[in-house]
């Protein structure tokens, strides 16, 4: 039967092996990701937005292990990042954008704030004002009118229905109120072409994904943000940016849509700058760089999973990305001559978001050496159990104590003492006395050698003759001395191997 204090030690080190053997299965699979990013099916994730992409351009891909792609002709899509690129970083994306690549980029909208001095990406947060808290909240009831939460706390309903309420009901657009016909169909073919251009075969079937939503009735969500608008302005919590919902109108579509955003672009004019959606400012811009092209969108909301659910802002994303893909389609088509690849690419980046997690943690906890970070530490606690286990029955001890000089000394003394016989005593120091002399000189305490003994201690010869003989009669006789006679006896010749050794100036007891 093992001690408790085994068995106990036995069952900390199995759970520690089992822990690790469940983190393989539950901590490998998912690890922590964006709420924004194109994995997350929350509202202002990415998922839908990325599922959307797959069917409509030759090849979407996802990215998180570089930040560049592959190829110099893709489009790179980079949406509501954790964090922003850093100086190298900066400057590898400037390479890619000059070098011919298409950055399609839009800020984080719980951190609007972005320098990207090098791409001209210049966003700041919405200035808090009477225009975007609007002073009051405006929620769409079922029946079609507007309930304003005013600042005296009381509801008010209007029959003015709010662009919540027209995106949950979207009308029918399809068909002209006067004619019955499609207002396209009395554009000419050259504006109907240039509207649905770049991609002509993408266009046809991102709007043929639209029709099929427009009849299942989907109905809209408001974002948590939403509870961020405050009518003061000493109220707004320092650490929120400022929300603002305006309607916008691009140069995709014909119709408006609602704009979320709390960033705005800078009102510098780049060199051939284009803007795609705008409220009462730029919302939606686009410039070449070099090679390349940047286009910048103040707010990833019109690319999140919420904003897919209505067909206009579905098509906004769908067009933006479009945009930025027909430069790389036309890159291509240059360098085809001359060159043969394939299509070029609408690359997802996800590099910016997997990167925040693993930062100050090291390398070993990112997801593609997480699996052997955990078997080293399974077999670190094998080695530790097999360390501290005993197999076996115990090994006898057959190592000595070792004593000190005193402890040896007192238990020397302790046993003569008790034998009441000093005999064995002075026989031993005799024999030591003269192999240590031997050593010295070559020869020991013999009764020729008295001369040369005298000389070394500096004792008289006849003192020398005398007490050596009376040590070895102490030695030899088998009757019983007494302890003073031994212990005088002992003292003397201390004094003497001291003398020999040459120390005569120190006197010993």
Same mark, same amino acid.
């Given at each position: 039967m093992k001690p408790k204090r085994l068995q106990r030690s036995d069952r900390i080190w199995c759970g520690l092996a089992i822990a690790c053997i469940v983190l393989q299965f539950w901590w490998l699979p998912g690890e922590s990701r964006s709420s924004a990013d194109s994995y997350s099916t929350t509202l202002e994730g990415k998922?839908?937005?990325?599922?959307?992409?797959?069917?409509?351009?030759?090849?979407?891909?996802r990215n998180s292990e570089t930040l560049i792609p592959a190829s110099q002709s893709d489009t790179l899509v980079i949406v509501s990042p954790d964090r922003y690129p850093g100086s190298d970083e900066e400057e590898q994306l400037y390479q890619f954008v000059t070098g011919g690549g298409t950055l399609v980029f839009a800020p984080n909208i719980s951190s609007p704030k972005c320098d990207l001095s090098s791409l001209g990406i210049h966003l700041s947060p919405l200035p808090y004002t009477a225009s975007t808290s609007g002073n009051a909240i405006a929620t769409a009831n079922g029946n079609g009118t507007t309930a304003v939460e005013t600042d005296d706390g009381n509801s008010d309903e209007q029959s003015q229905p709010t662009m919540d309420a027209q995106t949950s009901s979207p009308p029918d657009t399809k068909k002209s109120p006067d004619t019955g016909a499609d207002p396209s169909a009395q554009q000419p073919d050259n504006e109907r072409a240039t509207r649905r251009t770049p991609l002509d075969p993408l266009s046809e079937l991102s709007m043929d994904h639209d029709d099929q939503e427009d009849s299942r009735g989907i109905t809209g969500q408001a974002l948590p943000s939403d509870e961020g608008l405050l009518a003061d302005p000493d109220a707004l919590p320092s650490d929120e940016p400022t929300l603002s919902q305006e309607t916008a109108s691009g140069t995709f579509t014909d119709e408006s849509f609602e704009w979320r955003t709390t960033a705005e672009i800078d009102?510098?004019? *780049?060199? +051939?700058?284009?803007?795609?959606? &705008?409220?009462?400012?730029?919302?939606?811009?686009?410039?070449?760089?070099?090679?390349?092209?940047?286009?910048?969108?103040?707010s990833p909301d019109v690319f999140s999973n919420r904003s897919m659910m209505f067909p206009e802002t579905r098509r906004i994303a769908v067009r933006l990305i479009e945009h930025g893909y027909q430069h790389s389609v036309d890159r291509h088509a240059r360098d085809s001559a001359t060159t043969s690849s394939q299509m070029p690419a609408v690359v997802v980046s996800e590099f910016l978001n997997v990167t925040m997690s693993y930062q100050n943690h090291g390398v070993l906890l990112t997801p593609s050496l997480r699996s052997g970070t955990l078997?080293?530490?399974?077999?670190?606690?094998?080695?530790?159990?097999?360390?501290?286990? *005993?197999? +076996?029955?115990?090994?006898?001890? &057959?190592t000595q104590r070792r004593r000190s000089l005193n402890e040896s000394a007192m238990a020397i003394g302790n046993l003569l003492y008790q034998l009441r016989s000093g005999r064995t005593a002075v026989a031993r120091y005799l024999e030591y006395i003269s192999a240590a002399l031997r050593r010295r000189t070559g020869h020991g305490l013999q009764q020729d050698q008295l001369q040369h003994l005298a000389a070394l201690s500096g004792l008289p010869e006849a003192e020398i003759r005398t007490r050596l003989d009376e040590a070895r009669r102490i030695s030899e006789s088998s009757e019983q001395k007494s302890v003073a006679e031994v212990a005088e006896m002992l003292r003397w010749l201390a004094s003497f191997h001291h003398r020999l050794s040459g120390q005569r100036d120190q006197q010993h007891t």
């Open positions: 998922l839908a937005l990325y599922r959307m992409l797959e069917p409509l351009f030759p090849r979407v891909i009102t510098r004019v *780049r060199s +051939g700058q284009e803007t795609l959606v &705008r409220t009462s400012r730029d919302e939606v811009v686009s410039w070449p760089l070099g090679q390349g092209r940047v286009v910048l969108c103040s078997q080293i530490v399974l077999a670190a606690i094998l080695c530790g159990w097999l360390g501290f286990h *005993r197999f +076996g029955p115990a090994i006898q001890d &057959r």
